[in-house]
């Protein structure tokens, strides 16, 4: 369950769809999706938020998490995630293309 996202700047940059939220197999596997950017390679990315290391797929160096919990998360952590509606409280975000804050997400709808 969860919502479809989709980042998108005026300076070009444009993310695939996230699927945002938690897997039919999160029991199992932990496995929960979040928007993360690479700095280096400029791109938006749904990743797996429960490594505490995800890397980018294109230059291999640790992704961030937009989501300010998931980086601070140094310890193991227990029971389900925090989904907060963090992306519902600011309107524009760090671009990692131009290094700008003006980039947006869309809500497209809802999974399940
Ligand atoms: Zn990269
Ligand atoms: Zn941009």
Redesign the pocket.
């Known amino acids: 369950m969860g919502d479809i996202i989709k980042a998108a700047?005026?300076?070009?940059?444009t993310s695939k769809q996230i699927y945002r939220g938690i897997g039919f197999g999160y029991f199992e596997t932990g496995y929960f999706c979040e928007p993360a950017y690479c700095d280096t390679c400029?791109i938006v990315e749904g990743k797996d938020a429960s490594k505490s290391f995800s890397k980018c797929p294109s230059c291999r160096s640790k992704v961030k998490f937009y989501n300010p919990q998931l980086n601070e998360q140094e310890e193991e952590t227990t029971g389900e995630p925090a989904f907060s509606h963090y992306l519902a409280g600011k309107k524009q975000w760090h671009?990692?293309?131009?290094?700008?804050d003006?980039?947006k997400f869309e809500n497209l709808g809802c999974w399940d």
Not at 9 to 13: I, T, Y
Not at 95 to 100: L, R, T, V
């Open positions: 700047c005026p300076c070009g940059l400029g671009c990692p293309k131009c290094k700008q003006t980039l």
